[in-house]
């Protein structure tokens, strides 16, 4: 009984903080809300047992929402509006539709299959973390280390780039240099 009200908590609040993220215009909340959402996400694990899969969700996933949320602060201007561009309607229905789908037949396919065995059985005796730890460290070696080599050169890229465009800084401008630059965005956003 506490699991399925549990779930069902979570669940809503997992899908609430997913939905301001996706419909919020101001970064910063819709940062937080995504945050949020990954710590919820990772109650689900909790609630099964999966301690240390929980806990790596809120290491990881949520410490890379924080970090956004750090470069969102550093580098967007957060008090400009945002203009959304609307596209086809039909390709957005049909796009939404087939991905609706496709979601599911993927949740539906392990209920639907008989036959579902794990490829590695539980070893006597260790624990949920020493599972994981076999698992990653035999057969998904090769693919963990190139997944990290990945993310360094991602992260090295992305400081490259962004320690490009920092020639101005917002806060060291007085409010006549603001007000000139603002207006100039304007007239740009008038041209095109």
Do not use: H
């Not at 020493?130 to 998904?140: A, C």
């Amino acid at each position: 009984m506490f699991e399925a009200v549990a779930f069902y908590l979570f669940a809503f609040l997992t899908i609430s903080m997913f939905y301001i993220a996706v419909t919020t215009s101001q970064a910063l909340y819709a940062l937080s809300a995504l945050a949020a959402g990954m710590i919820f996400i990772s109650a689900f694990f909790f609630i099964l047992g999966a301690d240390f899969l929980g806990a790596i969700q809120i290491v990881v996933y949520s410490g890379a929402v924080m970090a956004l949320y750090a470069f969102g602060m550093m580098f967007f201007d957060t008090t400009r509006d945002v203009k959304e561009k609307q596209g086809n309607k039909a390709i957005i229905v049909g796009l939404s539709i087939i991905s609706a789908v496709l979601v599911v037949l993927i949740v539906s396919a392990p209920i639907v299959g008989s036959n579902i065995e794990a490829l590695y059985p539980v070893t006597e005796g260790a624990g949920n973390v020493q599972e994981v730890g076999m698992v990653l460290f035999t057969k998904y070696l090769v693919p963990f280390e190139v997944a990290a080599v990945m993310l360094l050169v991602a992260m090295i890229a992305g400081i490259v780039l962004a320690g490009k465009k920092m020639d101005l800084s917002l806060t060291l401008m007085n409010e006549q240099e603001l007000l000139k630059m603002r207006e100039e965005d304007k007239s740009k956003k008038v041209l095109s």
